[in-house]
């Protein structure tokens, strides 16, 4: 079974300035796909960025982009340019290219992130 | 409404009681998920629906839990003899089918047993 980490509970960023959140995974399979969601205290999930493993070039999203190490079953994320906005739960999370095991979609436990002012 | 919605927002039972959450996807996403988030935890998937059908539903983790999707889009997620350790927050997501496409998740259900 696949299985999602993310070491740092809690991070926080001063206003403009960037951060990154990690986040590690592990699966035998070799084709996947990995996402950041965001959740603010309103509760509704929100994707953020989404990248395939067969492709080698990370993603980027606006101020948003990813580090794709697969070898290493790494997926981090930078925020570049922090806003208070950006304050919420990030969560990243596995889905394997198998349409038809919902299962297979796996999140991790989160990172709180607070952006200061 | 263009998103996903789920009602109630909010709910408080007693211990022992049933109650049906609901969902109404994004018109047209015939991928219907349930997860079933706890306070400080990423969700964990609970069942799957392509269509009609419950494609996946090994995340249910008990027999109290079920879920239906009668005509293909609104949803019904189902608890009996609620338990204490059932609180949590229950969210609905839906999407085009498809591994890649976006999950559009609803702002979810509180519930809590007492």
């Known amino acids: 079974a696949q299985t999602v980490t993310q070491s740092q509970p809690e991070m926080s960023v001063q206003e403009a300035e960037t951060v990154t959140l990690s986040c590690t995974y592990d699966?035998?399979?070799?084709?996947?796909?990995l996402f950041w969601y965001k959740q603010p205290p309103s509760r509704q999930m929100i994707l953020v960025i989404r990248q395939e493993a067969y492709k080698q070039q990370n993603a980027t999203e606006n101020r948003f982009s990813v580090n794709f190490q697969k070898a290493a079953k790494s997926f981090s994320l930078k925020i570049s340019d922090s806003q208070l906005g950006d304050a919420a739960m990030y969560f990243c999370a596995y889905r394997s290219i198998r349409d038809n095991y919902g299962q297979n979609f796996v999140f991790g436990p989160g990172t709180r992130l607070s952006v200061l002012p | 409404g263009a998103g996903v919605s789920q009602t109630p927002s909010n709910k408080v039972t007693e211990k022992g009681k049933y109650v049906e959450l609901r969902c109404d996807p994004i018109?047209?996403?015939?991928?219907l998920y349930w997860y079933r988030q706890s306070l400080g935890q990423g969700p964990e998937f609970l069942i799957y629906?392509?269509?009609?059908?419950?494609?996946?539903d090994s995340g249910l983790p008990n027999d109290r839990f079920f879920a239906v999707r009668p005509e293909g889009s609104v949803s019904t997620l189902k608890i009996q003899r609620t338990e204490r350790g059932d609180s949590a927050v229950y969210l609905c997501?839906?999407?085009?089918?498809?591994?890649?496409?976006?999950?559009?998740f609803g702002p979810g259900t509180r519930l809590t047993v007492l």
């Open positions: 629906f392509q269509g009609t059908g419950a494609a996946d």
């Open positions: 018109s047209g996403h015939t991928a």
């Open positions: 699966t035998s399979e070799s084709d996947y796909y």
């Open positions: 997501a839906s999407s085009l089918r498809g591994a890649y496409n976006e999950q559009f």
